[in-house]
T-cell receptor, first 114, second 111 residues
Framework: ETGVTQTPRHLVMGMTNKKSLKCEQHLGHNAMYWYKQSAKKPLELMFV???????ENNSVPSRFSPECPNSSHLFLHLHTLQPEDSALYLC?????????????FGDGTRLSIL | DAKTTQPPSMDCAEGRAANLPCNHSTISGNEYVYWYRQIHSQGPQYIIHGLKNNETNEMASLIITEDRKSSTLILPHATLRDTAVYYC????????????FGKGTHLIIQP
């Protein structure tokens, strides 16, 4: 599925680095999401944005900082990460306010913390 | 969101129908049943969803019991490319809420 694009696909960084993950959706949706998928664990919701406003922060540490400049773009800024933050980070989007519209996911960024 | 229960793994022969069960006995009246699948190293892919009636699309069919406490996803002619983890998720629509994923069913299609 090409509606939600995430870059980069792979990222290796040290614990003192600062990097950003980018997500772009071409579906005209108004809600965007960040999820984290650690090895052998289910996907966990991190943040929700609806019409560019953050509506949910699922107790995520402050070393993860999301940004949603418009309804098509979502960023996850990373700084001073820990080894346990190594995971697949997934972005999704949906058209909310219309009942039962499904979420559409990108293929994720595989993040490794050295 | 209501909790779902799925078998951890299933096998199916290529070309046969794959029937994946899901229990959601605590589902409430405004909650939909969604199915997603995740092929290794990719993001989850939406398959189908329904509220009360059975649904069919180009990928699969969804059968929901009359009491809505369980459902079955049917892949009518499974291929090797259908090998994936399949997630059954109960979720109310209408708001920007995150999905609650469980461990899903790892479906392995055998040649």
């Amino acid at each position: 599925e090409t509606g939600v694009t995430q870059t980069p696909r792979h990222l290796v960084m040290g614990m003192t680095n600062k990097k950003s993950l980018k997500c772009e959706q071409h579906l005209g949706h108004n809600a965007m999401y960040w999820y984290k998928q650690s090895a052998k664990k289910p996907l966990e919701l991190m943040f929700v944005y609806n019409f560019k406003e953050q509506t949910e922060n699922n107790s995520v540490p402050s070393r993860f900082s999301p940004e949603c400049p418009n309804s098509s773009h979502l960023f996850l800024h990373l700084h001073t990460l820990q080894p346990e933050d190594s995971a697949l980070y997934l972005c999704a989007s949906s058209q909310e306010g219309y009942g039962d519209q499904p979420q559409h996911f990108g293929d994720g960024t595989r993040l490794s913390i050295l | 969101d209501a909790k779902t229960t799925q078998p951890p793994s299933m096998d199916c022969a290529e070309g046969r129908a794959a029937n994946l069960p899901c229990n959601h006995s605590t589902i409430s009246g405004n909650e939909y049943v969604y199915w997603y699948r995740q092929i290794h190293s990719q993001g989850p892919q939406y398959i189908i969803h329904g509220l009360k009636n059975n649904e069919t699309n180009e990928m699969a069919s969804l059968i929901i019991t009359e009491d809505r406490k369980s459902s079955t996803l049917i892949l009518p002619h499974a291929t090797l490319r259908d090998t994936a983890v399949y997630y059954c998720i109960v979720h109310s629509g209408g708001g920007a809420d995150g999905l609650t994923f469980g461990k899903g069913t790892h479906l392995i299609i055998q040649p």
